[in-house]
């Protein structure tokens, strides 16, 4: 195969084939591919990053500077830089780090609907079994323990509703797990940001993910480093036929990453002088005719690393598994031969060509090292040949034409910008304002021009003297000279035109910056805001992209690495520390798939919300709760939290109805005793009265009643007397128990308020 001119070697050949030779061949040639224009690209991105640091290229203002072909000595001004992209791209920059990348692993497995509908099924049988028990322990309490018993039990339909609206895979929470834990381990956060730099910059990104020392890494490349297929449909890094990573390094640290498979004879040869890494050293590590040549001749390496797609020959098993009497199909390489055995028992094996990434290592342009197959090939499940590169990137915009980036496209405002300001200062060291004009014979005489200008100096009057001996003065050779520049002013008002053009262009206006004019509103300024964010947001969305297939690799690469399992502890998004234990085989066979939010949306929630946050304490949210609110990271996280708080207020409420319901029972209750009480009373002085009332007509109706047969009568009264004292303190004893127990009752539903509060 020829890919621009270079052979590459052909890739469908069985492994056996693949020799020494054809694998030097292969680096050897991507290499060469790579080789083609090299130079160009690396001096163009240089240019960019010199212009974000405020570098002077002399030579993008030699036409300025030299306009006839001569170089200008000794003149009043200097070509120097104001920077006026830097600020931009750190703006942006800034923006970028205060953005939530808020993502959500999913699974992807077949099984996944059928799994969530098992899980369904058992939640509404243990909810049926739990409403059987209760309604047991009403009719038999003795063969239930009622203190097991909740308080309440959701309806089956509530727990089938409740796995539609929230339902997750444990599988995904696991991977979720895993994510966080990677994200910590890598510094995935200060990494991206990196990343984020050089997509403003330069307009370009390269990650490099994997697996080292049984751990997903992940790190950003520098895009001068970097060079892949060219494919003109091609998005992503990954997706392509090839890439590589070039760099220049000491011998020392070739030695520490390549020990392993360096002989003796070539770790000597590396520490010999050599000639060729200075140039390309100097291309991109230093400013352009700065270093010292002796510096970097000798000592730098070229170290390339090449990764490719070649193929391979894989078969598809299908054999009777004797056991389940089920037909199965397991993947075989190329070596697999049938057992006979099998063959009689109808067997078959289905080979197929399939894709397969590569990777090698050229040393110093003459060694040739770790030419293999990667260990960790990220394949998909469903698709063995559709295997990815550990190289990912993408560029900003290089449909039909050349990469652009934010840097790029304000060279040309910086360029000319500089350039009035040298103007400028020119024109403010040529101005000399308005001077008086005469004849030096008119100086007094005996007056030197020093003493002359002391006094024009010190009091603004210029002495003349019209009769001096032999010299006809006249004082109309006095005259007045304008020196003065009128074109400052123009100049001045190009330079603002120029930043006002620059920020519209590149959607960073003076209100996102965050200077707002005298007479400018809220109103007005936040829609401007609204306006410049939605220019930069085509560069928020695709980097976003990115993000998303990174974090998606990493979570793949993360199960080559765990084959032994993981444990490990780290700290959630929320402060709390959490324990990661992986099942290594589910995490094995679990199709992950990773989902990041539109972090600009996210971001615009969480502002409104918190915006919001006077309001909710005006209206009785807790201050710890509008506390919590604002120390959240994400939208989701704020959701969360105020959910908790709805269902926290809905059970205050509920168990605040609930009380004051008890509490007008009670009065109800008390008010009937209290009647009761004073009909007692009221029954009490009746009989009395009716007591009395008797004794005396027995009195006057039997005036010879003795003495001892009243007595008895009085003795009865007593009697009398005593026992509606005696059911009296009973029905005092009955309210004040059902006093006391309204008062248990009301102080435990307070206590449980003051929970669900605190909660």
């Keep these: 195969m020829y890919l621009g001119g270079e052979k590459i070697p052909q890739q469908k050949l069985s492994l056996t084939k693949k020799t020494k030779k054809w694998r030097e061949a292969c680096v050897e040639a991507f290499i060469d591919l790579s080789n083609q224009g090299v130079s160009g690209r690396k001096d163009n991105l240089k240019r960019l990053y010199d212009y974000y640091n405020g570098v002077i290229l002399e030579d993008d203002y030699r036409y300025v500077l030299q306009p006839y072909g001569k170089s200008r000595k000794n003149f009043p001004s200097k070509m120097r830089n104001y920077p006026i992209i830097k600020p931009i791209v750190d703006l942006l920059l800034g923006e970028k780090s205060k953005r939530p990348l808020n993502y959500t692993v999913t699974v992807q497995n077949s099984d996944t609907v059928s799994e969530k509908e098992n899980a369904k099924q058992e939640a509404i ?42 339902y997750v895979d444990n599988r995904a929470i696991k991977g979720q797990y895993a994510m966080t834990y990677i994200m910590q381990q890598q510094e ?36 001068l480093d970097v060079d892949y297929d060219k494919d003109p449909d091609l998005e992503f890094v990954e997706d392509g036929d090839w890439a590589l990573i070039r760099k220049y390094v000491h011998a020392s640290s ?23 890494s200075y140039d390309n050293f100097m291309l991109y590590r230093e400013s352009r005719g700065q270093a010292d040549p002796n510096t970097y001749r000798n000592r730098l390496i070229e170290v390339t690393t090449v990764y490719w797609k070649s193929r391979k020959k ?34 078959k094996v289905d080979f197929k060509w399939v894709n397969e990434v590569w990777e090698g290592t050229r040393i110093d342009g003459r060694f040739y090292v770790n030419i293999n197959p990667i260990a960790n090939q990220r394949v998909s499940l469903e698709n063995p040949s559709a295997c990815k590169l550990p190289i990912n990137g993408r560029k900003y915009s290089d449909t039909n034409s050349d990469n652009i980036s934010l840097v790029s496209l304000g060279i040309s405002y910086q360029l000319n910008y500089n350039i009035y300001k040298y103007r400028l200062e020119l024109a403010i060291a040529r101005s000399k304002d308005i001077i008086a004009q005469f004849d030096i014979n008119m100086i007094p005489k005996k007056w030197d021009m020093d003493k002359f200008m002391y006094y024009v100096e ?19 050779h006095q005259s007045v000279l304008d020196m003065s520049i009128k074109t400052i002013g123009q100049y001045i008002q190009l330079l603002e035109s120029i930043l006002q053009e620059w920020e519209k262009l590149s959607g960073v206006s003076r209100q996102r910056q965050g200077t707002i004019g005298a007479y400018e509103g809220k109103a007005s300024s936040q829609q ?25 690799a990493i979570l793949d690469y993360s199960k080559e690495a765990w084959l032994t399992g993981k444990r490990a ?10 324990f990661l234990d992986l099942d290594t085989l589910q995490h094995m066979e679990t199709n992950y798939g990773i989902f990041v939010s539109d972090s600009g949306k996210d971001q615009r929630k969480l502002d409104q919300i918190k915006g919001l946050s006077q309001a909710m304490i005006q209206n009785g949210t807790k201050a710890s709760m509008v506390a919590e609110m604002m120390d959240a990271e994400s939208f989701p996280q704020i959701k969360a939290k105020l959910k908790a708080a709805e269902k926290a207020q809905e059970e205050l409420e509920q168990a605040q109805q609930q009380a004051q319901a008890e509490q007008a029972q009670q009065q109800m209750q008390m008010q009937q005793m209290q009647m009761e009480q004073e009909k007692l009373e009221t029954e009490k002085e009746r009989q009395k009265d009716i007591e009395i009332a008797l004794i005396n007509a027995e009195a006057r109706q039997n005036p010879q009643l003795d003495s001892f047969n009243m007595q008895k009568m009085i003795q009865e009264f007593d009697l009398k007397k005593e026992e509606l004292k005696l059911k009296e303190q009973e029905i005092s004893r009955k309210i004040q128990g059902d006093l006391d127990k309204n008062n248990v009752e009301r102080e435990k539903i307070a206590k449980d308020n003051a929970r669900q509060s605190e909660a």
């Design 125 to 166: 049988y243990q909810n049926l079994q739990m409403r059987f028990l209760m309604a047991l322990s009403q009719t038999n309490p003795d063969m239930v323990n009622p203190g097991e018993m909740p308080e309440e039990v959701p309806l089956p339909e509530q727990i089938a509703q409740q796995f539609e609206n929230s």
């Design 188 to 223: 995935i956060y200060d990494k991206i940001q990196k990343a984020w730099f050089h997509f403003l910059v330069a307009g370009e990104v390269y990650t490099h993910r994997g697996v080292r020392n049984k751990e997903p890494f992940y790190e950003i490349l520098n895009p």
């Design 254 to 276: 070739v030695v520490d990453m390549f020990h392993e498979v360096l002989t003796e004879e070539q770790v000597l040869e590396l520490e010999e002088p050599r000639q060729s």
């Design 314 to 347: 894989i078969g598809f098993l299908e054999y009777m598994d004797p056991e389940t009497n089920q037909i199965e199909i397991m993947e075989v390489d190329e070596k697999f031969r049938m057992p006979k055995e099998m063959k009689d028992a109808g067997a």
């Design 458 to 476: 010190g009091t603004g009057i210029a002495w003349v003297d019209y009769n001096k001996e032999g010299i006809q003065l006249n004082p109309q």
């Design 528 to 552: 401007a805001i609204l306006q410049s964010s939605h220019i930069t947001e085509d560069l928020f969305r695709k980097f976003a992209r990115l993000e998303q297939r990174d974090l998606q």
């Design 569 to 578: 502890q780290f700290v959630m998004p929320d402060g709390t520390t959490d």
